[in-house]
């Protein structure tokens, strides 16, 4: 049986963590990118279907061609962070089920027109969004998630003539707490939750 996290890692992953509008110019390394994925890959999707894929964002070449896909408010921010993570999902991800799922023919529940697998793949691609998320917090990296973007621009300059389509970005890097906005309210349990 799984044992709780002790009360450091709890605040560390969700209740002192914030979500960061600046970081410091701490360098984020290939290595930790690579550790951030080789953790959050381990989280569960429907049929181990994995369909998300991570464009991550770190040379100034690659980006001047986001640059144009954000919204103003964003742009300072995500110019500044050392690293955007373009969180995606492949539309044709069950390709990869005879690899992901063997012991069916789980390809076959997704097989025909890519309409039949926007919601599979929107869903668990989000889901894996959230766990890259909480995947840097564990590392020591802070995370800026957020919208405000033309997705049919980063579709465009990252994606075109493939299935993958853009979902979010996060910024990641070490966050500068000057950047940090006072901390929001939260509903209570009895706000957003009933057990039936």
């Known amino acids: 049986m799984s044992q709780s996290l002790d009360a450091a890692a709890l605040d560390q992953l969700f209740r002192t963590a914030r979500s960061q509008n600046a ?12 550790a951030l994925y080789d953790l959050l890959k381990w989280g569960p999707t429907a049929a181990n279907g994995t369909p998300a894929r991570f464009v991550f964002v770190t040379s100034p070449e690659a980006k001047a061609k986001l640059k144009p896909a954000l919204s ?71 995370a800026g998630p957020m919208s405000g973007f033309d997705n049919a621009k980063v579709d465009e300059a990252f994606f075109a003539d493939t299935s993958i389509k853009s979902n979010f970005l996060v910024n990641l890097g070490h966050g500068d707490p000057a950047g940090v906005f006072d901390r929001l309210p939260r509903l209570s349990f009895d706000e957003a939750a009933r057990i039936v």
Do not use: C
């Not at 970081?23 to 690579?34: I, N, Y």
């Open 23 to 34: 970081f410091t110019d701490a360098p984020v390394s290939d290595e930790q990118l690579h």
């Open 72 to 142: 103003a408010n964003n742009e300072g921010k995500t110019m500044s962070a050392p690293v955007t993570v373009i969180i995606a999902h492949d539309l044709d991800f069950h390709e990869q089920l005879p690899k992901l799922f063997p012991h069916t023919d789980a390809k076959a529940w997704f097989d025909g027109p890519q309409e039949g697998r926007v919601e599979a793949a929107f869903r668990n691609g989000s889901l894996q969004g959230a766990y890259l998320i909480l995947a840097a917090r564990a590392l020591g990296l802070d």
